[in-house]
């Protein structure tokens, strides 16, 4: 049994007088050797690898399609040269790619069903938190199906590719605005203590994200497709890096609340 700990020095959500105290507030710690079989982790370490591990998946894999000499040595960011997809289509870049991809895609969606724990143990049952685990977790998935039909040929399997990014990055996009909309509502009710500016990083950058799309959606409907297709690869890079942007967000939100899940034994 895993539960959310909200650290010291950090109030507690309110709770109805009429009702128990909730499961998500931190209990006293019991005594003898079932206090020995509690562990006690902090939080924020998972967000940072969700975010550092998409990162170096992808640039470990330009940088040896570059040495392979599979794709040009350029800036992605600015000159559009070269896709994520094709940096790590082919040989080593794919299988490093894949190996570092498929353990993110798990701890992103284990940081959105932790952030929704979370977020509802201190504003209650809203609806944008309800979906917030379900949306964060169909997201991993599709990150899952993108990174595991990299490389492989057919139209099924580029489909497969094709939905996985839409899938993700749409999903994505909503979580992030979704979280922080709520951790702006938690400072504001100052249950927790929070510089303004982390939980509107969030919002900031979900909206970045749409804007990328609406200059995707522009570039496809007013310039040819060499044009094109230089512009979604540098959208591309540029909103992978607003994902790794917002998870090292909030792994620093969770760093300063001093939030550590503690893993228990199920009840006997």
Known sequence: MAEVDNGPGHAEPAHPPSGPPSGHARCSAPDGPERERLLSLPLWPLALLAALLPAA???LALWLAVRAGGVPACNPFIDGCVSISRAARHDLPNHVFRSLMLPAATLQGLVWLLTAR???AGLGSTAGLRALAPLGLTAAVALVLYASFLGTE??????????GTVVYFGFTCLCLLLTGDAMMRLAASRRVTLPRALPAALTVLAAVLVALGLVNAL???LFDVTVKARIENVTEWW?????????????LVWRR?????TIAPPPR
Request: overall charge positive; charged content about 10%.
């Open 219 to 221: 570039v496809a409907a």
């Open 154 to 163: 057919g139209p099924a399997y580029r489909w497969l590719r094709q939905y």
């Open 118 to 120: 979370w977020l509802r």
């Open 239 to 251: 909103g992978a890096l607003v994902f790794v942007l917002g998870f090292a967000a909030l792994a």
């Open 57 to 59: 998946a992808a640039l």
């Open 257 to 261: 609340l001093g939030l550590r899940v």
